[in-house]
C-alpha cells in the first residue's frame, strides 16, 4: 500500500488548569493524550468516543485549530506542525473541516453565495467575480442545492440545507480530507442519513478521506471504513468497522456495542452497563484509564497501562486481556 | 385549456412554485415599515443637522448682539414676540438665533466625542477581546480605572488643562469616554469569536486581520452603532453639563448648556430661557436613541423579513 494520506502518530493536546491571582498552572487536562492512526486516500475514518473523550480536540488539533502539545501529524508524508504560518495557510487548501453546529458555523452576515466565495478569494482561485459565481453555483449543486437561491443568508435555510452549505464550502478549496466533527448529530434523523449519503457520494466522486468523528455508532458504521474507539483521550482500540462490530475486543468496545439498540424486539442481547462516570481527564486513574469501569478488570490493570498493539491483523487494542 | 391545465406542471414551473419570486423590496424600506419610529428619530436627526449647517441662514439675528431694545425698561429679558420669537436673554440677545447656533456646538461635541471613543474603544476592545491573556488584563485594568473615576471630574480636569474651546471639549470627553465602549466591544468579540464560523474561516486559512475585520467585526456592528447613537446623544448632555458648569463652550459663543445656565439665574420672571434650549436638548437626543434602536435592526439581518 502506497503511503497513507495522513498519518498522526502520538498526538497530545495537554490545557492548562490555572489557579489564582498569578494564573499559575496547577495541572493539566489531557484532552487528547497519545492518539495515533492512519487514514488511506480515500478511506474514511470513524472516531467514536463519549462526550468529553477528546475526539473533537483530535480532530480540530490535527487542522491546527488547536495547536497540539505534541506529536507528530504528517500530511503527505510533510509534518504540518512544522510548517510557518504561510505554508501552513497553503496546507489548508488540502484539509477542511465540517462542524457539528449547523447553525453557529456559518456567518449570519454574509450571502450562502459569499460564503462560498470566501474560500476562492483567501486562496486567489479565481480572477473573476463571474468564475467565483459559476463556481459557487456548481458547488450548491454539488450537494443537492439550488444555485438560485445563493444570494440568500444562512438563516433562510433549514439546518440539513446549512449543513449542506457548510459541506459546499469546505469542498470550495478542493480538500483531500475533511475531518467531519459530529455533521449529523445536530440534524433530524430523517435528515442525518440525506447529509450521510452525501457525504458518501462526494467520496465517491471526489476520491475523498474523511476523519467522522461521531458518538452515535450506527452512524459511523455506516460511512466509516475502520473505526477509532476513543476513551479519555487516547484510542483503545481501532479496526475495521465490519471486524469491530461482529467482535469488540476491548472491554469499552463491547459495553458501547451492547447499548446499540436492536430494530427487532426478539432479540435479547445481554447489555453491559457501566458502572460510575466518566472520570476527569485531570486526573485520570493509573493503569490503564478504563479499568475502574472494566468489566474484566484484573490486578495488572491497576498499576500498568496497556501497550497499543496489533492484536489481529489490521486490528489493534490497548488491553491486557490480550496481552 | 382545461386539458392544459391537467398537464403536470412543467420542471420549470415546479421550480417557480418552490421558490416563489419574492417581490424584492429594499431592506431600508422594509426596516422603515416595520420600526416607524426610525423614521421620527431620523427626521429628528437630520432637522438638527439640517439647523446647524444653515443656522447662518436660518437665524434672523447675530446671536451675539446685544440689542438695545432686547430689554425690558427695568432691564428684564423681553418674553417671545414678533421681533425676537423666543425672547431674549438677559443680555439682551435674540434667543432664536443663539439656540440655532448652539446646535452647532451640541452636534460637533456630541458626534465627535463619540467618534472619537467609537474609535479609541472598538480597537482596544478587539485587541482585548480576540487576543486575551495579558493583554487583555491591562486594558481590561485600564478600563476599570477609567470606569471607576467619577467620569465629570475627569473631564473637567482635562478640559482645565486643555483650555476650554469646542475641539478641546470633544476631545476630552472622547479620550475618556471609551471604557463602556471598550467593555462592551470585548464581551461581543469573546462571544463571537468562539462561533464555528470564525473557526471555519481560520480553517480555510484566513488572515488574522480578515478574521478580525471581515468576520468579527460586522458580527459586533449592531450592539456598537447602538452604543454610538446613544453616546452622541449623552454627550450631547454632558457638553451642556460643562457648558453649564462654565467650563464648557466660552461666552459669548451659545451653546445649550451655556444658555440653560446663564438662564436658570432668572428664570423665575424669565421662563423661556429654559424651555427652549432644554427642550431642543430633550428632543435633540431622543432623535438620536430612536435612531439607534432603528439601526440595530437595521444591522440585523435576521430581525427584518
Given at each position: 500500500?502506497?503511503?497513507?494520506?495522513?498519518?498522526?502518530?502520538?498526538?497530545?493536546?495537554?490545557?492548562?488548569?490555572?489557579?489564582?491571582?498569578?494564573?499559575?498552572?496547577?495541572?493539566?487536562?489531557?484532552?487528547?493524550?497519545?492518539?495515533?492512526?492512519?487514514?488511506?486516500?480515500?478511506?474514511?475514518?470513524?472516531?467514536?468516543?463519549?462526550?468529553?473523550?477528546?475526539?473533537?480536540?483530535?480532530?480540530?488539533?490535527?487542522?491546527?485549530?488547536?495547536?497540539?502539545?505534541?506529536?507528530?501529524?504528517?500530511?503527505?508524508?510533510?509534518?504540518?506542525?512544522?510548517?510557518?504560518?504561510?505554508?501552513?495557510?497553503?496546507?489548508?487548501?488540502?484539509?477542511?473541516?465540517?462542524?457539528?453546529?449547523?447553525?453557529?458555523?456559518?456567518?449570519?452576515?454574509?450571502?450562502?453565495?459569499?460564503?462560498?466565495?470566501?474560500?476562492?478569494?483567501?486562496?486567489?482561485?479565481?480572477?473573476?467575480?463571474?468564475?467565483?459565481?459559476?463556481?459557487?453555483?456548481?458547488?450548491?449543486?454539488?450537494?443537492?442545492?439550488?444555485?438560485?437561491?445563493?444570494?440568500?443568508?444562512?438563516?433562510?435555510?433549514?439546518?440539513?440545507?446549512?449543513?449542506?452549505?457548510?459541506?459546499?464550502?469546505?469542498?470550495?478549496?478542493?480538500?483531500?480530507?475533511?475531518?467531519?466533527?459530529?455533521?449529523?448529530?445536530?440534524?433530524?434523523?430523517?435528515?442525518?442519513?440525506?447529509?450521510?449519503?452525501?457525504?458518501?457520494?462526494?467520496?465517491?466522486?471526489?476520491?475523498?478521506?474523511?476523519?467522522?468523528?461521531?458518538?452515535?455508532?450506527?452512524?459511523?458504521?455506516?460511512?466509516?471504513?475502520?473505526?477509532?474507539?476513543?476513551?479519555?483521550?487516547?484510542?483503545?482500540?481501532?479496526?475495521?468497522?465490519?471486524?469491530?462490530?461482529?467482535?469488540?475486543?476491548?472491554?469499552?468496545?463491547?459495553?458501547?456495542?451492547?447499548?446499540?439498540?436492536?430494530?427487532?424486539?426478539?432479540?435479547?442481547?445481554?447489555?453491559?452497563?457501566l458502572q460510575g462516570d466518566l472520570p476527569s481527564p485531570a486526573n485520570p486513574p493509573k493503569g490503564c484509564h478504563f479499568h475502574?469501569?472494566?468489566?474484566?478488570?484484573?490486578?495488572?490493570?491497576?498499576?500498568?497501562?496497556?501497550?497499543?498493539?496489533?492484536?489481529?491483523?489490521?486490528?489493534?487494542?490497548?488491553?491486557?486481556?490480550?496481552? | 385549456?382545461?386539458?392544459?391545465?391537467?398537464?403536470?406542471?412543467?420542471?420549470?414551473?415546479?421550480?417557480?412554485?418552490?421558490?416563489?419570486?419574492?417581490?424584492?423590496?429594499?431592506?431600508?424600506?422594509?426596516?422603515?415599515?416595520?420600526?416607524?419610529?426610525?423614521?421620527?428619530?431620523?427626521?429628528?436627526?437630520?432637522?438638527?443637522?439640517?439647523?446647524?449647517?444653515?443656522?447662518?441662514?436660518?437665524?434672523?439675528?447675530?446671536?451675539?448682539?446685544?440689542?438695545?431694545?432686547?430689554?425690558?425698561?427695568?432691564?428684564?429679558?423681553?418674553?417671545?414676540?414678533?421681533?425676537?420669537?423666543?425672547?431674549?436673554?438677559?443680555?439682551?440677545?435674540?434667543?432664536?438665533?443663539?439656540?440655532?447656533?448652539?446646535?452647532?456646538?451640541?452636534?460637533?461635541?456630541?458626534?465627535?466625542?463619540?467618534?472619537?471613543?467609537?474609535?479609541?474603544?472598538?480597537?482596544?476592545?478587539?485587541?482585548?477581546?480576540?487576543?486575551?491573556?495579558?493583554?487583555?488584563?491591562?486594558?481590561?485594568?485600564?478600563?476599570?480605572?477609567?470606569?471607576?473615576?467619577?467620569?465629570?471630574?475627569?473631564?473637567?480636569?482635562?478640559?482645565?488643562?486643555?483650555?476650554?474651546?469646542?475641539?478641546?471639549?470633544?476631545?476630552?470627553?472622547?479620550?475618556?469616554?471609551?471604557?463602556?465602549?471598550?467593555?462592551?466591544?470585548?464581551?461581543?468579540?469573546?462571544?463571537?469569536?468562539?462561533?464555528?464560523?470564525?473557526?471555519?474561516?481560520?480553517?480555510?486559512?484566513?488572515?488574522?486581520?480578515?478574521?478580525?475585520?471581515?468576520?468579527?467585526?460586522?458580527?459586533?456592528?449592531?450592539?456598537?452603532?447602538?452604543?454610538?447613537?446613544?453616546?452622541?446623544?449623552?454627550?450631547?448632555?454632558?457638553?451642556?453639563?460643562?457648558?453649564?458648569?462654565?467650563?464648557?463652550?466660552?461666552?459669548?459663543?451659545?451653546?445649550?448648556?451655556?444658555?440653560l445656565s446663564e438662564g436658570q439665574q432668572v428664570f423665575e420672571y424669565a421662563p423661556w430661557l429654559l424651555y427652549y434650549p432644554g427642550m431642543a436638548?430633550?428632543?435633540?437626543?431622543?432623535?438620536?436613541?430612536?435612531?439607534?434602536?432603528?439601526?440595530?435592526?437595521?444591522?440585523?439581518?435576521?430581525?427584518?423579513?
Amino acid at each position: 500500500m502506497s503511503e497513507p494520506l495522513l498519518q498522526v502518530r502520538g498526538l497530545k493536546k495537554y490545557f492548562p488548569i490555572r489557579k489564582g491571582v498569578l494564573r499559575r498552572v496547577a495541572g493539566q487536562v489531557r484532552a487528547v493524550d497519545g492518539v495515533s492512526f492512519e487514514v488511506a486516500a480515500g478511506e474514511t475514518l470513524g472516531l467514536v468516543g463519549e462526550s468529553g473523550c477528546g475526539k473533537s480536540t483530535a480532530g480540530r488539533s490535527i487542522l491546527r485549530l488547536i495547536e497540539p502539545s505534541a506529536g507528530q501529524i504528517l500530511f503527505n508524508g510533510r509534518d504540518i506542525r512544522k510548517l510557518r504560518a504561510g505554508q501552513m495557510r497553503l496546507m489548508r487548501r488540502e484539509m477542511q473541516i465540517v462542524f457539528q453546529d449547523p447553525y453557529a458555523s456559518l456567518n449570519p452576515r454574509y450571502t450562502v453565495r459569499q460564503i462560498l466565495e470566501e474560500p476562492m478569494i483567501i486562496h486567489g482561485l479565481f480572477h473573476s467575480a463571474a468564475e467565483r459565481k459559476k463556481r459557487a453555483a456548481e458547488l450548491l449543486e454539488t450537494v443537492g442545492l439550488s444555485a438560485s437561491r445563493m444570494d440568500r443568508y444562512p438563516h433562510e435555510f433549514s439546518g440539513g440545507q446549512r449543513q449542506r452549505i457548510g459541506i459546499a464550502r469546505a469542498l470550495a478549496v478542493d480538500p483531500k480530507l475533511i475531518i467531519a466533527d459530529e455533521p449529523v448529530s445536530a440534524l433530524d434523523v430523517s435528515v442525518q442519513s440525506q447529509v450521510l449519503n452525501l457525504f458518501a457520494d462526494l467520496q465517491k466522486q471526489l476520491n475523498l478521506s474523511y476523519v467522522f468523528i461521531a458518538h452515535d455508532l450506527s452512524v459511523v458504521k455506516h460511512i466509516s471504513n475502520r473505526i477509532g474507539v476513543m476513551y479519555l483521550g487516547q484510542i483503545v482500540e481501532l479496526g475495521s468497522s465490519d471486524q469491530l462490530y461482529e467482535k469488540p475486543l476491548h472491554p469499552y468496545t463491547q459495553a458501547l456495542l451492547s447499548a446499540v439498540p436492536v430494530p427487532d424486539p426478539e432479540v435479547r442481547r445481554e447489555r453491559i452497563i457501566l458502572q460510575g462516570d466518566l472520570p476527569s481527564p485531570a486526573n485520570p486513574p493509573k493503569g490503564c484509564h478504563f479499568h475502574p469501569r472494566c468489566k474484566d478488570v484484573m490486578d495488572i490493570c491497576r498499576t500498568q497501562a496497556p501497550e497499543w498493539k496489533e492484536v489481529e491483523p489490521g486490528r489493534f487494542a490497548a488491553c491486557h486481556l490480550y496481552d | 385549456m382545461a386539458n392544459m391545465m391537467a398537464d403536470s406542471p412543467t420542471p420549470e414551473l415546479k421550480q417557480r412554485l418552490a421558490h416563489p419570486p419574492t417581490k424584492v423590496q429594499s431592506k431600508f424600506v422594509r426596516v422603515l415599515r416595520a420600526y416607524p419610529l426610525v423614521f421620527v428619530g431620523g427626521l429628528m436627526v437630520l432637522a438638527l443637522i439640517f439647523v446647524a449647517v444653515f443656522a447662518g441662514k436660518l437665524a434672523t439675528f447675530n446671536p451675539d448682539f446685544q440689542f438695545a431694545n432686547g430689554l425690558a425698561p427695568d432691564g428684564a429679558p423681553l418674553a417671545p414676540n414678533h421681533t425676537f420669537i423666543m425672547g431674549t436673554d438677559d443680555l439682551g440677545r435674540d434667543v432664536y438665533s443663539r439656540l440655532l447656533y448652539g446646535a452647532r456646538v451640541s452636534l460637533e461635541v456630541g458626534v465627535f466625542a463619540s467618534l472619537i471613543s467609537l474609535f479609541i474603544g472598538t480597537t482596544l476592545g478587539i485587541l482585548s477581546g480576540y487576543y486575551g491573556g495579558f493583554l487583555d488584563s491591562i486594558i481590561m485594568r485600564i478600563t476599570d480605572i477609567m470606569l471607576a473615576f467619577p467620569f465629570i471630574l475627569f473631564v473637567v480636569a482635562l478640559v482645565a488643562v486643555l483650555t476650554p474651546s469646542i475641539s478641546n471639549i470633544f476631545i476630552a470627553i472622547g479620550v475618556l469616554g471609551w471604557a463602556v465602549m471598550a467593555r462592551i466591544v470585548r464581551a461581543e468579540v469573546m462571544k463571537v469569536k468562539e462561533f464555528e464560523y470564525v473557526q471555519a474561516a481560520r480553517a480555510l486559512g484566513s488572515r488574522q486581520w480578515r478574521i478580525l475585520f471581515r468576520i468579527i467585526l460586522p458580527n459586533i456592528m449592531a450592539p456598537v452603532i447602538v452604543l454610538t447613537t446613544l453616546a452622541i446623544g449623552s454627550n450631547m448632555l454632558l457638553e451642556s453639563t460643562l457648558s453649564y458648569l462654565g467650563i464648557g463652550v466660552q461666552p459669548p459663543t451659545p451653546s445649550w448648556g451655556s444658555m440653560l445656565s446663564e438662564g436658570q439665574q432668572v428664570f423665575e420672571y424669565a421662563p423661556w430661557l429654559l424651555y427652549y434650549p432644554g427642550m431642543a436638548l430633550m428632543l435633540a437626543v431622543l432623535g438620536f436613541n430612536l435612531l439607534g434602536d432603528g439601526l440595530r435592526e437595521l444591522f440585523n439581518p435576521r430581525r427584518v423579513r
